[in-house]
C-alpha cells in the first residue's frame, strides 16, 4: 500500500495563488480610448497617469470657457477656429491615452495611490462629466442660438433653408436699432419669425409711392445681400397699410422679401419683450457663396 501523505504540502502547491490575467494590450488600448473619447483625462488615467490626466481635463473646460467667454460662436471665422482646436485637442487627448496604453507595462504597472486615483476620478467627472459641462452648455445658451430659416419672406437677405446664428443676448445691454435683423416669438407662441427693424419708437412708418414704404418720410431700401446667385423678392403689388407712429417698447419689423412677408404691416408693432436674438451669420447654405456670410 502506498502512504497517504496528508501533511497538506502536496495541496498547497496545487493551490498556490494563479496570477492574475492581465487584459491584452488591444484591448486596453480599446478601453483607454473610448474612456478619453468620453472624458478625457480618464483614459490617461486608467493608464495609471493621474496628473497628466486631469491636466487633460482641465484643459479641455478651459478650453471651453475661453470660448464662451469672448464669444467666439458668435462670428464664423472664431466658431470655426474654436471648433476646430476643440476637436484636435479631444483627437489628441484619445492619442495619448492609446500612446500611454499600448507602451503600459501589464506584468509591471507603476505604482498607484489609491486616494489620488480616486480623487483624481471624482476631479475628471465633474470637469468633463457632469455638472461643469451642463453649467458651460447653460451659459452659452444665453447669448448663442441657432436657427433654419423656414421661409422665404426674409429672401434674399437670408432664404428658405439656410442655418443661421444669433445672438440671443444682444438686446441685454442696448435697444434694437433700425436696419437690425432679429428673431422673435409672435405672440410667445413659440413660433420664431425672423425679420428687419425698419421702425422704432417714436419713428413714423406709412405707405410710399410705387409700392415702397416710407420711414420718417424715407423710402425704405432692402440693402444688397451676401454672396451670389440668389433669388430675388419681388415688390410688386405690395399690401396696403395704415400710417403708425412706433409706441414705446415697440418696433416695426418687415421682410426683406416685401411682396412675401407676414410683418407689422399686417399684425401691427412687436413688442420688445417677444424678441430672442439679433441675427449674426449664415453659417450653411446650399449656396456655398453665402456660407459665413455676415447678416446686416
Not at 412708418?205 to 416710407?214: D, F, K, M, R, Y
Request: net charge positive; with cysteine.
Amino acid at each position: 500500500m502506498t502512504e497517504l501523505n496528508l501533511s497538506g504540502d502536496s495541496f498547497s502547491a496545487a493551490s498556490a495563488e494563479k496570477p492574475k490575467r492581465k487584459l491584452p494590450r488591444p484591448a486596453r488600448v480599446a478601453i483607454a480610448a473610448l474612456l478619453s473619447l468620453f472624458l478625457p483625462g480618464m483614459g490617461q488615467l486608467y493608464a495609471r497617469k493621474i496628473w497628466r490626466g486631469v491636466a487633460f481635463a482641465v484643459c479641455t473646460v478651459a478650453i471651453d470657457a475661453f470660448t464662451a467667454k469672448f464669444r467666439l460662436f458668435l462670428m464664423f471665422p472664431g466658431g470655426l477656429a474654436a471648433l476646430a482646436v476643440a476637436l484636435i485637442f479631444h483627437l489628441c487627448a484619445v492619442v495619448d491615452a492609446v500612446y500611454l496604453a499600448w507602451k503600459y507595462n501589464a506584468a509591471d504597472p507603476p505604482p498607484i495611490n489609491d486616494q489620488a486615483a480616486i480623487a483624481a476620478v471624482v476631479v475628471i467627472f465633474l470637469l468633463v462629466g457632469y455638472p461643469i459641462p451642463e453649467y458651460s452648455k447653460n451659459r452659452m445658451l444665453k447669448f448663442f442660438r441657432a436657427y433654419k430659416i423656414s421661409s422665404a419672406s426674409m429672401c434674399p437677405t437670408i432664404c428658405e433653408g439656410e442655418r443661421v446664428v444669433a445672438a440671443a443676448d444682444a438686446y441685454k445691454v442696448h435697444s434694437p436699432e433700425r436696419g437690425d435683423l432679429i428673431v422673435f416669438d409672435f405672440n410667445h407662441t413659440g413660433t420664431i419669425f425672423p425679420k428687419r427693424v425698419i421702425g422704432v419708437a417714436g419713428d413714423v412708418v406709412s405707405p410710399g409711392p410705387a409700392n415702397s414704404i416710407l420711414v420718417n418720410g424715407v423710402q425704405f431700401r432692402v440693402p444688397a445681400p451676401c454672396g451670389s446667385q440668389y433669388l430675388g423678392g419681388s415688390f410688386a403689388g405690395l399690401p396696403s397699410f395704415k400710417t403708425v407712429k412706433i409706441p414705446e417698447g415697440a418696433l416695426f419689423v418687415v421682410g426683406d422679401n416685401l411682396g412675401n412677408s407676414y410683418d407689422s404691416r399686417f399684425f401691427g408693432p412687436v413688442p420688445l419683450d417677444e424678441l430672442k436674438g439679433q441675427l449674426k451669420f449664415v453659417y450653411w447654405s446650399s449656396n456655398r457663396s453665402r456660407i459665413g456670410c455676415k447678416l446686416q
